[in-house]
């Protein structure tokens, strides 16, 4: 059984001016959130910033040492579209001379934009 959503006549209206053809109102509803999706993701591929890194503990070279120690961090990557995917960072070859950032860009952020990440937070 599909779920009943209760609209005021103005905005079924709205919708109705939006509507091709025989457009029932739920293909109607997908086509117009396909197209805002589209545009959310045309716009992080086209911008160049990249998303922001948040470590906890916040001393990075704190973060690092416990890293180095546990070899491992809790990691939880933040989508554009609200999503949070949580994982595991097994982090094995990290040492004192290492770069977490750059093993972070070249690693679990590899393709940030074409995943739509636009936060990664790193706990250990």
Same mark, same amino acid.
């Given at each position: 059984m599909c779920p009943v959503i209760r609209i005021s006549d103005?905005?079924? %209206? #709205? !919708? +109705?001016?939006? %509507?091709?053809?025989?457009?029932?109102?739920? %293909? !109607?509803? +997908?086509r117009l959130l396909d197209a805002q999706d589209g545009i959310v993701i045309k716009e992080i591929k086209e911008s160049t910033e990249k998303p922001e890194l948040i470590f906890l503990p916040s001393d990075e070279d704190q973060f690092k040492k416990l890293l180095i120690s546990g070899k491992q961090a %809790?990691?939880?990557?933040? #989508?554009?579209?609200?999503?949070? +995917?949580? #994982?595991?960072?097994?982090?094995?070859?990290? =040492?004192?001379? =290492? *770069?977490? #950032?750059? *093993? !972070?860009?070249?690693?679990? !952020?590899r393709g940030w934009k074409k995943k739509g990440i636009v936060k990664a937070e790193l706990s250990i």
């Amino acid at each position: 059984m599909c779920p009943v959503i209760r609209i005021s006549d103005k905005l079924y %209206a #709205r !919708l +109705e001016s939006h %509507a091709k053809g025989f457009d029932t109102p739920s %293909a !109607l509803i +997908e086509r117009l959130l396909d197209a805002q999706d589209g545009i959310v993701i045309k716009e992080i591929k086209e911008s160049t910033e990249k998303p922001e890194l948040i470590f906890l503990p916040s001393d990075e070279d704190q973060f690092k040492k416990l890293l180095i120690s546990g070899k491992q961090a %809790a990691v939880s990557l933040h #989508r554009i579209d609200g999503s949070i +995917e949580k #994982r595991i960072w097994k982090a094995n070859k990290i =040492s004192q001379s =290492s *770069n977490i #950032r750059g *093993n !972070l860009w070249s690693g679990i !952020l590899r393709g940030w934009k074409k995943k739509g990440i636009v936060k990664a937070e790193l706990s250990i």
